[in-house]
Nanobody, 126 residues
């Protein structure tokens, strides 16, 4: 069982940066692949980024490549999403998720993940 709690969201101007954090409970955290998803009002949930259990492999959706960076600190049971050059279209509720297996083929699918956090709001003003 893994419990996830996100933080770090807020209001930022276009071009600005935010760093989201996801705190995980459970001693097996380091064995889980982790992902970030987002959902804007009236839209479906969208994959943002994923990272393998070791942090050695990462995967991003095209719209955030070069702007966002996912990372993890297994000693602290933390996952991060550094978001730079933010755009108004990045506005959404961002949620982290944990999966027992990392797959570059499937880690973009929400149903690949077993545990979810409650989300944190990110609003980017133009």
């Amino acid at each position: 069982q893994v419990q996830l709690v996100e933080s770090g969201g807020g209001l930022v101007q276009a071009g600005g940066s935010l760093r989201l954090s996801c705190a995980a409970s459970g001693r097996a955290f380091s064995s889980y692949a982790m992902g970030w998803f987002r959902q804007a009002p009236g839209k479906e949930r969208e994959f943002v980024a994923a990272i393998s259990w070791s942090g050695g492999s990462t995967y991003y959706t095209d719209s955030v490549k070069g702007r966002f960076t996912i990372s993890r600190d297994n000693a602290k049971n933390m996952v991060y999403l550094q978001m730079n050059s933010l755009k108004p279209e990045d506005t959404a509720v961002y949620s982290c998720a944990a999966a027992t297996v990392y797959s570059s083929s499937y880690s973009h699918l929400a149903n690949w993940y077993d545990y979810w956090g409650q989300g944190t709001q990110v609003t980017v003003s133009s």
